[in-house]
Structure formats: structure tokens, C-alpha cells
């Protein structure tokens, strides 16, 4: 008997199939860029504002648009969902994917508050997909040189740790103000530097505690932080400050790591694809390293399609997840704040 040979590639070589929730700015740089560079294929996309949808896919070279974010869970040709929406709405679609059988990769936060993650997380294992946290920077060159730095021994143990993430206010009418949509500086910057510092975990003895934390609330969105500063301690003894503000007149997004016998820091550890550079101060002397100005959102998407396809792990899964949201919540709390209002799929679904 004669076969026929197949047009359709192995499915394991063949390109992920991405469907995207919303046309949000964070999009374009966090899955377009990145799956053009890893050859996936974005195939689907809806956005409560149809017209909208219809320009960005246009933009975009997404293959259809779709009436809802449902339909895209629902479309059979989606192997894996892509959620940019609001912070509040991270934690439900991310379920809803789950539920629909659709691997995620979500932008952080992961959830609203810890409670939620670990629903999701738990959803996640019993379903065996792939649900990965977008903390991009881990998987830049940058920060695994920095880690790499610490585990080599050559700052000596870990003293210190600054972690800086700040930037211009957005626009009043922004969701990142918004309580209700689980808005603020410590869920939108300030949880990269609690996962930097956490990061940090297994040459400091374990996890680190907060201690004490300060917040300026928006005088026009109660609850809602402009700015927040956090102190932590790791079970070693080493310390931590994590600084984090919507309402600073520059963008710094710098992690600094003292040691005893060094220190390193990364100008830009969440931004390396303006700032590459890592700089090294030991007794030996001092030196600059450039790790690479390719984008870090394109490496993220590299290591899911990795743990899509061949069940390789991920340092930023739903049990990672599930930690950084508690450390996020235990600051909230010290700092005399609100934790931040879960919400539900609503109506346009």
C-alpha cells in the first residue's frame, strides 16, 4: 500500500498556536515580537473593543478575530493562551483557560491575591498543562548572570540586596490605578524586585520574610499605591530593600547585589534590551559585561514552548506563582493597605 506523505509538520516541531485575550499595549511587546522571533503562529484574538481588535490583528498579523475572549478558549485550533488583560482579570481567564484545556502563559501578576493563584495553580497540576507566570527578566542572560555571579561564589555570601523599579506616572485614567482591577505599584513594578530577591533563595538560607513596608496611597483611588517600600530578611541574615513607584520623574529599573566579598548590579535587569550591561566590583578589580540587548520576552516565550512541547520545567510556574503572591499580600498588609479585590469573568466573556 502506497502512503501519502504529510504536509503537516510533527507536532512537535510544529509552530505554537497562540491565541491572545485583549489588544493590550504590553502585547505587542510581551507575545508579537516574541513569537515572530520563535515562529510561532497568532492565530487568534479578541477585544472588547471590536474595532480595536480588528486594527491590532491587522497591525499585528494575528489570523482572525474572534466575537470574545471565550472563543478563543474555545477555538480548537488554540493550543495556548497568551493573558495580558487588567490584573484582576489575570486570575479568572487564567482559570478559564485551564478549564478550556489551553496551556497559558500570563502576564504578572498571576492573580489578584495568593488565595487565587493557588486556585489556579491547583487547577493547573490537575489538568498537567503548562501555566507559566511572565517574570520575562529571569529568563535574560542578565539575571541568570547575576544569579550565576552569586552561585559562583565570587561576590562571597549575600549581604544585601536593593531592587529599584520605577517609572513616570501613567495616565489618571490607566487600569494600573484602578482597585477594583487590582491596580498599584507593588503588583504592577514592585513584584519584579520581590521576585529578584527571591530569586536569591537558595544561597540565602531560603525565602525572605517582609519585615516592614511604607506606601503613598493615590489620593484620587484609595487603597490604590503610588509608590511602596519594602524590607525584607532571609534566613541567612541577609537583607533586602525593594522600592517600587508609579510616580517617579524616571524610569530606573536596577538590582543591586552586595556580597562580602563583591557586589554586582544590573542597570536595567528588566529592561536588558535597553541596558545590557552587568557591573562587577570585587578586590580584583572592577569590570562591565554585556550580556545581550535580545529581548527578554523573546527568551520568555522560547522556555514555554520548551515546557509546551517536551515538558521541560519552568522557574516561573504556578507553585513559583503562588509564593511571590503571598510575599505580595504580607506586604500589602504591613504596609497598612487593602489586598487587592478578586474579580469575576463578568458578562463579556
Known sequence: MTTIPTTEPPASSAPLRIG????????????????????????AVAARDAAR???????HGVERVL???ADVLADPEVQAIYNPLPNALHGPWNLAAVAAGKHVLSEKPFASDAAEAAEVRDAAHRAGLTVMEGFHHLYHPVMRRLLQLVGSGELGDVVHVDATIAM???????????????????MDLGCYGLH????LAPWTGGEPEPEAAQAGERAAAPGVDEWLHADLRFPSGATATVRCSMVHPDRDFSLRIVGTRGEATAPAFVE???DDRVLVRTPDGTRTEHLG??????FQLEAFIAAVRDGAPVPTGPDDAVATMTLIDRCYGLAGLPLRPRA???PWA
Open 272 to 274: 536588558p534590551n535597553r
Open 293 to 298: 540587548t535580545r529581548s527578554s520576552y523573546t
Open 67 to 69: 466575537p470574545s475572549y
Open 168 to 186: 513616570p506616572p501613567p495616565d489618571p485614567g490607566d487600569p494600573r490605578w484602578s482597585l477594583a482591577l487590582a491596580g498599584g505599584a507593588l
Open 344 to 346: 469575576t469573568v463578568g
Open 196 to 199: 529578584a530577591a527571591r530569586s
Open 20 to 43: 491572545v485575550l485583549g489588544a493590550a499595549r504590553i502585547a505587542e511587546r510581551g507575545i508579537v515580537v516574541p513569537a515572530k522571533n520563535t515562529g510561532c503562529r497568532l492565530v
Open 53 to 59: 481588535a480588528e486594527a491590532w490583528a491587522r497591525t
